[in-house]
Nanobody
């Protein structure tokens, strides 16, 4: 029903930018909220950002506010995460997920479908 695929990860230096993409290849769930989460081997998966089905509302973790911007192109079934001024502590595997409802959430339990993740590594 929903098949999510992340792309855009890579290795960058601190202060650089990356733009992650999350595409739903089945072009379904366009009325669902979408979130980005990240995880490292040492930490549990944590919330990064979320966006409502129509892009009308967004949520951000305090650690990324002012640096990351989430947006979506419904026509292309794609959600973006623009990451600016990256820090070493942003290094993680980033996952996108489709919510059960029309709105995004910071709660992992609110999400039903997950992508496989894309690695972001920020060097000092």
């Amino acid at each position: 029903q929903v098949q999510l695929a992340e792309s855009g990860g890579g290795l960058v230096q601190a202060g650089a930018s990356l733009r992650l993409s999350c595409t739903n290849s089945r072009r379904t769930a366009s009325n669902n909220g979408v979130g980005w989460f990240r995880q490292t081997p040492e930490k549990e998966r944590e919330f990064v950002a979320a966006i409502a089905w129509n892009g009308g509302s967004t949520l951000y973790a305090d650690s990324v506010k002012g640096r990351f911007t989430i947006s979506r192109d419904r026509a292309k079934s794609t959600v973006f995460l623009q990451m600016d001024n990256l820090k070493v502590e942003d290094t993680a595997t980033y996952y996108c997920a489709a919510a059960r409802s029309s709105y995004g959430s910071s709660s992992i339990g609110a999400y039903q479908y997950w992508g496989q993740g894309t690695q972001v590594t920020v060097s000092s």
